[in-house]
């Protein structure tokens, strides 16, 4: 049992969640691969009925096939990203305490209660992004309605000069609504970035949840944000590294679309950078959700006479678990 917390600059955050993530990487990327795996097998069979509709002479359904399978993967896969992240939440909590945790116990830890995580990333996710979706939806609206860069005008193919300056108007507005909106969405973000390890470690509901997290990120939003910079610039240039053929094959070979050799080549790709790279945000943020109690809470000193058998266990749903599960290894 960890008894030695103590607060943490972000670098010594970034330091604890490197060492936890190379001592522990069988851990957190094999839960993650669960997500991971799902992911690779719903694209792998989205490219192979799109070959086989086109092998059937039915290109024109190939759309409405793409639509369909794309939302249907867009809901399954936000699922199971809910299962992920409060699973790598739970054994990042174990971990960072000094407790043992398996993949198979953090999973088990998170399902009872899984439905109230999938509930506070919708809610999380509705409040921080519905601006932003429709801004784009309004400007995707407008060009459909006036006919985009088609040219809505005349048979010669000249634009209408009233669509045209309804266009512009229309792109001028988005451009500049766009940056208050990034910075709503960027602010609201960092409000709700603790929500989900406050609500898998303290057995919080959605709400209350997200209250916890407002009021533990205040006066932080600096260093979460930078955290949160980091972390993406690691996933952004790991993620071009790989896929980095991708786009030289589709700059050599423009406006033709790519084989499915290469895009079934550049899933299994990205199966193996999703698992890796996956857990690195929810690790860090949990990491950075215990800093915050100890400066705010003194959860230190709390952790500290519990370790010494002072006070009563803190809360911690489901932590039984991890050590029944301990003997069973890392899979």
């Given at each position: 049992m960890e008894s030695n917390l103590r607060p943490l600059t972000l670098g010594e955050i970034l330091d604890r969640t490197a060492q936890l993530y190379r001592t522990n990487f069988l851990l957190f990327a094999g839960i993650f691969s669960v997500y991971a795996g799902v992911a690779l097998v719903l694209n792998l069979l989205q490219i192979g009925l799109g070959v086989l509709l086109k092998a059937q002479h039915l290109a024109g359904a190939v759309v409405w096939m793409t639509v369909i399978t794309t939302g249907v993967n867009l809901l399954v896969l936000f699922l199971l990203l809910g299962a992920a992240t409060a699973a790598i939440s739970r054994a990042v909590a174990w971990v960072h305490l000094g407790e043992p945790a398996t993949i198979r116990g953090a999973y088990?830890?998170?399902?009872?209660?899984?439905?109230?995580?999938?509930?506070?990333?919708?809610?999380?996710?509705?409040?921080?992004?519905?601006?932003?979706?429709?801004l784009y939806a309004g400007l995707i609206g407008t060009l459909v309605y006036y006919g985009g860069f088609k040219g809505a005008g005349t048979q010669t193919g000249a634009v209408n000069p009233q669509n045209a300056a309804v266009l512009v108007v229309v792109f001028l507005a988005f451009f500049l609504l766009l940056i208050p909106v990034g910075v709503y969405t960027t602010l609201m973000g960092l409000r709700y970035s603790l929500a989900i390890p406050a609500c898998v470690v303290e057995d919080l509901k959605a709400r209350k949840a997200i209250r916890r997290s407002i009021e533990l990120a205040k006066d932080s939003w600096g260093r979460i944000f930078l955290l949160a910079l980091l972390v993406g610039v690691i996933k952004l240039g790991l993620t071009g590294l790989t896929?980095?053929?991708?786009?030289?094959?589709?700059?050599?070979?423009?406006?033709?679309?790519?084989?499915p050799g290469v895009l079934a080549l550049s899933q299994v790709i990205g199966f193996f950078t999703n698992s890796f790279l996956g857990p690195i945000w929810a690790a860090g943020i949990t990491l950075f959700y215990y800093d915050q109690r100890v400066r705010k809470e003194g959860y230190d000193i709390e952790w500290m006479m519990q370790a010494a058998g002072l006070t009563a266990p803190a809360t911690l749903p489901s932590a039984s678990v991890a050590p029944a599960e301990a003997g069973e290894g890392q899979a």
């Open positions: 088990l830890s998170i399902l009872p209660r899984l439905g109230r995580y999938l509930w506070l990333m919708t809610i999380t996710a509705f409040r921080v992004w519905t601006p932003f979706v429709l896929q980095f053929f991708v786009f030289v094959l589709a700059f050599k070979h423009p406006g033709q679309p790519l084989g």
